[in-house]
Nanobody
Framework: QVQVVESGGGLVHPGGSLRLSCAAS????????MGWYRQAPGKQRELVAA???????NYADSVKGRFTISRDGAKNTVYLQMNSLEPEDTAVYYC??????????????WGQGTLVTVSS
C-alpha cells in the first residue's frame, strides 16, 4: 500500500512563510500528478497546487505568486513553499497522489493532513 506522509505545518504570523513536505513510499515517477489540497473549517476541500511527473504545475488562483510546488525525485518528495501567508490560508493541508499502475489504471492516495495556522 502506497503511503504519503506530510510534514511542515505549524503556526505562522501573517506575511510569514512555511514549507510543507510530502514524502512518498514509492518512486514518485509512478505518481502523476502529486499535489496539495486544503480544507478550512466549514469549507470544502480544494486544490492548492499540483505537479505532474514531467514538472508541469497547476495552482489555485488564490495562491498564485505566493506558493510554489516542486518535486525531488531522488527523495521521492514534493514540497509546497508558502510565502506571504494570509489568515485565509489557515487550513488542514493534505498531500494527494495519483498512483499510476498501468496504461489505464490508477488510484488515489491521501495523506493524514497537516495543520497550517496563520494568525497574529
Amino acid at each position: 500500500q502506497v503511503q504519503v506522509v506530510e510534514s511542515g505545518g505549524g503556526l505562522v504570523h501573517p506575511g510569514g512563510s512555511l514549507r510543507l513536505s510530502c514524502a512518498a513510499s514509492i518512486d514518485i515517477v509512478n505518481i502523476n500528478p502529486m499535489g496539495w489540497y486544503r480544507q478550512a473549517p466549514g469549507k470544502q476541500r480544494e486544490l492548492v497546487a499540483a505537479i505532474s511527473r514531467d514538472g508541469r504545475t497547476n495552482y489555485a488562483d488564490s495562491v498564485k505568486g505566493r506558493f510554489t510546488i516542486s518535486r525531488d525525485g531522488a527523495k521521492n518528495t514534493v514540497y509546497l513553499q508558502m510565502n506571504s501567508l494570509e489568515p485565509e490560508d489557515t487550513a488542514v493541508y493534505y498531500c494527494h497522489a495519483v498512483v499510476v499502475t498501468g496504461i489505464t489504471t490508477q488510484y488515489e492516495v491521501w495523506g493524514q493532513g497537516t495543520l497550517v495556522t496563520v494568525s497574529s
